[in-house]
């Protein structure tokens, strides 16, 4: 099945601009995962007994964002978590919610 003829036309037009990428290579994978950086201590381990957090610390970088628990248990904060703190600064919720 070929392309339609709009989507070659737009991807010649994108690689005739100057500086375009002449190939395609992935980004670069991270250096070290947050078990290796030694951040897993006792914080989240705590957290995982009172809370009954389901997934284990070494499959942590793998799971979805809304899986993580960020902040509660002593991890860098989620994209959730940023998107609220970003929201309460700005006023957009109660301040007694933030």
Known sequence: MSRPIATTALAVALLACEG????????????????????AGE????FQQDSGYPHSFEEYDELPGYLQCGTACGQ???SGEQQRAHLCERGSIDPAEC
């Open 20 to 39: 375009a990428p002449t190939e395609m290579t992935p980004p670069p994978a991270p250096t070290e995962s947050r078990v290796e950086r030694g951040t």
């Open 43 to 46: 914080e989240f381990q705590q």
């Open 76 to 78: 860098e904060p989620t």
